[in-house]
């Protein structure tokens, strides 16, 4: 879709308040005594469990259909948070006056003409074997199997002008995450062997590349998705990196097969969109400066079914972040704080931090007056009293103030035991680096961001609203509403890290 259509939203305005003089007494009252000034109560018991659990089982149950991002299931579900954002009563902040900024994803993928073959295997591009990246490319060549390809194995076989196949193999660091390494051990010997004289490289999964190709193998079927202009859009004509289930192992060593491959590739652009909203401050000068809370609407739609369930409902991921949203936008609603309190959706996110990549770049704020990003991302799972602070901890830490201030908040409210692990620069799965909060540190704006970490039904249709624990959800909730009341009530904005630069 190249058009992209901006839906206008109207508010309806609330009727004018009158004031009417006061009749003149004969007699004059006392002046009263001057009020000390007293810090404004703040709204936390708005914050409900009940609205909390109604709403994340009505964005992430079945209706929705997992709110893909660029598809009309994240667009519909993106008006019904609009909705509720309307009849809670908050002030769009988007464009042309609306709860949306609308912004372009484009999509790079295998055409359905694509067709791969060894032997008399036909085999569907990215079902029967991954294609790691979309790339024009065709190739016709006898393939040569060189069992796990050691310099010894290679030193008997010629493999100039042929397509090598081989068993993946090899032990990832501590501080490598498995599928990282299958990812970076593919390329690299993947660049080895063209450099040989091979015309194509096929990986055969072990148990470990095999628990990755099931898990994670959805993904490539789809493609590569980005802003436009994004370098990892390139459309190549370079060898592909293909991996072949397990289940390969004994027909792929066959002698005398030929590998066919002929890979063609489309691009296009799809519509996402975020969702912005705002609860004006009360101070003059202080409402000028925003204080941003951020999360993501979007998951991973509808794929393959997994138990008979094909829909990846992403209730922890995120639909956690949004429910916290719409109870925060309530309790400041009713309570104002002196800076203004502005809620960003972001779209795309599960597509590479999307949404929050295109918001950072084009707020519909001045971005010199965002003072601090409180990002929600999967907060409701894992032991009731565990959580993490990511961003809290150096070379992520951006903020010492903003961090002291959500640690303070945490011991005044909820008293979660917070995990550190995650957060450290050698921690395996990089979590930092994987949710809304980071473009904005990149820009040096203080940033952090609330999670219950991962657990087993991550990134699978077993993500369902049944399976969150709604008390710890609510207490979550509070923690960051109550860190992103003192930092919109404070007098200074939360000072930022001296020399802040992020490991990658």
């Given at each position: 879709?190249n ?14 308040s009158?004031a ?6 004969a ?7 001057p009020?000390k000034p ?21 964005l992430a149950g079945d209706?929705?259909?997992?709110r ?9 579900a ?7 954002i309307?009849a809670?009563?908050?002030q769009?902040a ?8 609308w912004?372009?994803?484009?999509r790079?993928?295998?055409t359905k003409?694509?067709?791969l073959s ?5 085999l569907?591009?990215?079902q029967d ?15 040569v ?6 310099t010894?194995?290679?030193?008997k ?7 090598v196949a ?10 490598q995450?498995?599928?990282y ?8 010997k993947?660049?080895e062997?063209?450099?040989?004289g ?7 999964a072990?148990?470990?590349a095999?628990?990755?190709?099931d898990?994670?193998g959805?993904?490539?079927e789809?493609?590569?998705y980005?802003?436009p ?8 004509d370079t060898?592909?990196i293909m991996?072949l289930?397990?289940s ?8 005398g097969?030929?590998?066919?491959v ?6 296009f652009?799809?519509?996402s969109?975020n969702?912005v ?5 009360t101070d ?7 204080v941003?809370?951020?999360t993501?609407?979007?998951?991973d739609?509808?794929?393959?079914p997994v138990a008979?369930d ?21 309790a400041?609603k009713?309570?104002p704080a002196?800076?203004?309190?502005l ?14 990549r ?12 965002i003072?601090a990003?409180?990002?929600a991302e999967m907060?409701g799972?894992?032991a009731?009293?565990?959580?993490a ?14 961090v002291k201030t959500a ?16 957060d450290?620069?050698?921690?395996p799965?990089g979590w930092?680096?994987r ?12 940033a952090?961001m609330?999670t ?5 039904d991550?990134?699978t249709?077993?993500?369902?609203p ?6 710890k ?9 109550l ?6 009530n404070r007098s ?12 990658r």
């Amino acid at each position: 879709m190249n058009t992209l259509f901006k839906t206008t939203t109207a508010l309806l305005l609330a009727g004018l308040s009158l004031a009417a003089p006061l009749t003149a007494s004969a007699q004059k009252k006392a002046a009263a005594p001057p009020r000390k000034p007293t810090a404004t109560a703040n709204a936390e018991a708005a914050i409900k469990e009940s609205d909390i659990k109604r709403d994340l089982y009505a964005l992430a149950g079945d209706h929705f259909r997992g709110r893909e991002g660029g598809t009309l299931d994240e667009l519909k579900a993106s008006v019904w948070l609009a909705d509720q954002i309307r009849a809670i009563g908050l002030q769009p902040a988007g464009d042309d006056g609306t709860y949306f900024q609308w912004f372009h994803l484009q999509r790079t993928r295998l055409t359905k003409a694509s067709k791969l073959s060894i032997g008399t295997h036909q085999l569907k591009p990215n079902q029967d074997a991954l294609i790691f990246a979309p790339t024009n490319y065709a190739v016709t060549a006898p393939l040569v199997y060189v069992g796990t390809g050691t310099t010894a194995e290679l030193a008997k076989t010629d493999i100039k002008g042929k397509a090598v196949a081989l068993l993946f193999s090899g032990t990832p660091p501590p501080t490598q995450i498995f599928r990282y390494f299958l990812r970076q051990v593919m390329t690299e010997k993947s660049a080895e062997l063209m450099k040989a004289g091979a015309t194509a490289v096929v990986f055969v999964a072990d148990s470990r590349a095999q628990a990755v190709y099931d898990h994670w193998g959805h993904t490539y079927e789809r493609g590569r998705y980005g802003l436009p202009g994004d370098a990892t859009l390139k459309v190549v004509d370079t060898p592909p990196i293909m991996l072949l289930p397990e289940s390969a192992k004994d027909w792929v060593q066959q002698a005398g097969q030929q590998l066919v491959v002929d890979l063609k590739v489309e691009s296009f652009l799809y519509p996402s969109v975020n969702i912005v909203a705002r609860v004006p401050g009360t101070d003059a000068q202080l409402k000028k400066e925003n204080v941003l809370f951020s999360t993501h609407q979007d998951h991973d739609g509808v794929r393959a079914p997994v138990a008979g369930d094909s829909i990846w409902n992403g209730a922890d991921d995120n639909g956690t972040g949004c429910a916290a949203l719409l109870a925060i936008m309530r309790a400041f609603k009713q309570q104002p704080a002196r800076r203004t309190a502005l809620f960003v959706y972001h779209g795309a996110e599960e597509r590479g931090l999307l949404g929050s990549r295109y918001y950072s770049a084009h707020p519909t704020v001045p971005q010199a007056s965002i003072v601090a990003v409180l990002n929600a991302e999967m907060m409701g799972r894992n032991a009731p009293d565990s959580a993490a602070l990511l961003g809290s901890i150096p070379p992520h830490l951006n903020s010492s103030d903003l961090v002291k201030t959500a640690l303070a908040a945490n011991q005044a409210g909820p008293k979660f035991k917070l995990d550190t692990e995650w957060d450290k620069a050698t921690h395996p799965e990089g979590w930092y680096f994987r949710s809304d909060h980071l473009p904005y540190a990149r820009l040096g704006i203080p940033a952090i961001m609330y999670t219950t970490l991962l657990h087993a039904d991550y990134h699978t249709p077993k993500d369902e609203p049944n399976r969150i624990n709604y008390p710890k959800l609510t207490r979550m909730t509070q923690w960051m509403y109550l860190t992103g009341w003192a930092v919109a009530n404070r007098s200074a904005p939360p000072a930022r890290e001296p020399g802040f630069k992020l490991e990658r």
